[in-house]
């Protein structure tokens, strides 16, 4: 990309927009809860927009088209089956998470498993949430830095001190408002980089001619690996921290129905356009290593619609990392800070302490992203837990009474243990850990299920 200043230039113009946000709604962040919450509900488009932000990284973009470089418009599952999973969020748990009035993950289980699973889950969580920051923040740096001929260390810091900046300023008001500009930037830019990659092999039909007919199967990327994405994209819609947190901003019921319904109307169109750009970059760079299709046709085009794209991009990684942030903090405010240190609640100290925690999840996964690049190995970790979660979640909404308190917090702490050893053992047997992850808690559930009425009946045995 030839005038690689104006494209910069037109991403720290972005910056500078979401600062001047973050700063114009600082008043409505004074309390702990304002700012942990936006202080008060919003509308579902928005809301909806601000969750399809948090999952539409540089994986969604720059990773679906990698994929789709090999493997055709199969690769899109990966993000439709977040829409799926978002369908079944808004018909089966928005309205009972909006209900129960509990804006953490760990809070809702603690009313059903108890205090110990509310710290297995909360500390699990943020582990889980930072593990996914350090992912983001090399992935999205090294891509950045590739685009806009910078040092990737630069890239990565800059990402994380803009995104931590206007977070703990304006706390999740800020949120809201700067990641729903990061959506509508996002969809302008992938609508953008189809058009033009559609535009230079001849449209569709030029491109069905081309590519072999497998890279237009639905299951070319094998049903296996589709039907992994999809235990994990719904288990992600269910159980994720900044999704619960999301959903309790708006009024009602009814309207964290609309919200998660909008976000999947949102993402399944996404998803075939980032397939259909990487399949348009399998005819127009044939040859290349796959992880730079998305950037090969981003550096052939025009700088104002490159310079969207850029920005798109950076507002894909500003976004997840200020939804981690401001999840891991409100965690450790609400399950830890509050409860062991300031059980009085004095709300200036809460204030403060959740800015804090925020800059702080913030900036560490960066030292972590530019040093330790084997952490990135762990990112499945993320996505397990929330699997396992997720199943927690059904049973203490739609089966309250099976299983036991003690059972809910081995699961948790089974499924981790189990989860990261199949994948240690590279998932033997061609089963894919999320499906491990799924399993774990429905046994030890079922079994603690069982065993719990074992010394009634023992006992009415013996009489």
């Not at 990112?379 to 909404?397: D, I, N």
Request: glycine share 10%; aromatic share 10%.
């Amino acid at each position: 990309m030839e005038p690689a200043y104006s494209v910069l230039l037109i991403t720290a113009i972005y910056m500078l927009v979401l600062a001047l946000i973050s700063f114009a709604v600082r008043k409505h962040s004074r309390n702990a809860k304002n700012f942990t919450t936006g202080g008060a509900h919003f509308p579902a488009v928005l809301i909806g927009l601000l969750m399809m932000s948090e999952f539409i990284g540089t994986t969604a973009s720059v990773g679906t088209a990698q994929a789709a470089y090999t493997h055709g418009i199969s690769a899109a599952w990966n993000l439709a089956a977040l829409g799926i999973g978002f369908v079944i969020f808004s018909l089966l748990l928005a309205r009972k998470y909006k209900e129960l009035g509990e804006n953490t993950i760990s809070g809702a289980l603690a009313k059903a498993y108890g205090e110990p699973v509310r710290l297995a889950t909360s500390v699990i969580m943020i582990c889980a949430l930072m593990i996914v920051a350090v992912s983001v923040y090399a992935s999205g740096g090294a891509i950045l830095s590739g685009l806009m001929g910078i040092d990737r260390t630069y890239a990565i810091i800059v990402t994380g001190v803009v995104a931590v900046m206007y977070v703990s300023i304006g706390g999740m008001r800020s949120v809201i408002y700067t990641n729903t500009i990061h959506a509508i930037v996002m969809y302008a830019g992938i609508i953008l980089a189809v058009g033009f990659a559609l535009s230079n092999v001849g449209g569709i039909g030029s491109l069905t001619q081309t590519l072999p007919a497998e890279m237009f199967e639905p299951g070319n990327v094998g049903w296996s690996q589709i039907f992994a994405w999809l235990v994990a994209g719904i288990g992600a819609t269910f159980a994720t921290q900044y999704i619960v947190q999301a959903i309790t901003t708006v009024s009602d019921g009814r309207k964290a129905q609309t919200a998660s319904f909008f976000c999947a109307l949102m993402l399944i169109p996404y998803a075939l356009f980032a397939a259909l750009v990487g399949m348009c970059a399998a005819v127009m760079f044939p040859g290349i290593e796959p992880l730079q299709a998305f950037p090969s046709v981003l550096s052939h085009m025009n700088t104002l619609a490159a310079g969207i794209v850029v920005a798109g991009i950076a507002g894909a990684l500003f976004g997840t990392i200020a939804a981690l942030t401001m999840g891991c903090a409100t965690l450790a405010l609400k399950d830890f800070y509050q409860r062991f240190f300031n059980p009085g609640k004095d709300d200036r100290k809460d204030l403060i302490f959740v800015k804090l925690a925020t800059i702080f999840a913030g900036l560490v996964p960066i030292s972590l992203a530019i040093f330790a690049s084997g952490v990135l190995e762990v990112t499945f970790l993320a996505k397990a837990l929330r699997t396992a979660l997720a199943v927690l979640v059904l049973m203490m909404f739609y089966a309250p009474h099976f299983g036991s308190q003690r059972g809910a917090f081995l699961s948790i702490i089974a499924s981790l243990v189990v989860t990261v050893s199949w994948f240690l053992m590279g998932n033997p047997y061609g089963i894919d850990n999320a499906y491990v992850a799924l399993v774990t808690p429905l046994i030890i559930m079922t079994a603690s299920h069982i065993l719990r009425g074992a010394p009634d009946r023992l006992l009415q045995q013996g009489s």
